[in-house]
Each structure stands twice: as C-alpha cells, then as structure tokens.
C-alpha cells in the first residue's frame, strides 16, 4: 500500500535529455552533453579535447577539465531532483548512485541517445502521483528499457 511517507529502494535506467529550443524547433539535448556544450562556451573553447588540464582561467587560476564521472554525476542527480516532485517522491540524494552513463549510436555512428542508472532511495509524497509514475515510467523516452522505475520496500537494518 502506497502512503504518504514510505520509503522505498528504487532502480531507473533513464534518458535524461533537456529541451531546448533550437532554430524555433523543440530539441531534446542529452543533459551531460549539454553542460559540457554550455562549459567549452563558457570558456571560448569548442572541443572537450582542447580544455588541458593545466588551462588557467582569465583570472589567473587553475581551471582543470571536470571528470566525466563528476559531470554524470551532477548533471543526472539535478535531472532526476527536478522530476521527483512531479512524479510524487523525494529523492534521497545520500542514497543516490548514478552510473552506467552509456552513449548509444545509430546508423552512421551518430549519437542517437544516451542512458544512464540510477539506483537509491526515495520517500512517497503523493501516493496517487507515484502510482501514476510506476505506470507511466521517468523522463520521455521509454524505449530500449528507459523510465521503467522499479522499486522494494526499503530494509530496515
């Protein structure tokens, strides 16, 4: 029985994608992409190769490339902290493990979308919400396995 309060293990393979509107036209843009895009602009460069290690900014400090993991990580955790609220739950984000971030290709080796796992706890806040999201899966794309969110009852140690 689903009720306001009850936590819960999860597990999510998603697409976490952000909208942008592009030429007039809604695009979907894959979230780690996107903040590595708004980054390299933010710094005048246009390839993640380019951004060294030993870069300094402007100001004359250290300006080190972020690692990949670091990027999954934020970029993923503030995409699923966004929709929680819609879907009826709280994340535990002490809990959260983001992992398997995975670029799929299409016909030609283009990137055709990318998927990553979320594994963690969540706490119900809208019961009747949460039933309509373990029905209707997390984010847009459910194809290929995304936005099915499973869960358990937590165990109490």
Partial sequence: MLAVGVPLSFELRANPVIAR???GKGKRHDVVMDRKLHLLR????SRWE????????EDGQ???KPA???LVQSTCTEWLKKRSENCGFALDESSLVVDAYQQHR????QLSFSTV?????????????FARTLEDGVGRA???GCGLLLVKPTVRG
């Fill in 68 to 70: 990949l993991y670091e």
């Fill in 142 to 144: 459910k194809a290929f």
């Fill in 117 to 129: 796992d979320f594994t963690g706890q969540l706490t119900v806040t809208d019961p009747s919400v």
């Fill in 21 to 23: 509107s592009t030429d």
């Fill in 50 to 57: 380019d951004w060294k290690d030993d870069r300094v900014s």
């Fill in 62 to 64: 250290l300006d080190p």
């Fill in 106 to 109: 299409g016909k030609k080796g």
């Fill in 42 to 45: 933010a710094r005048g460069l």
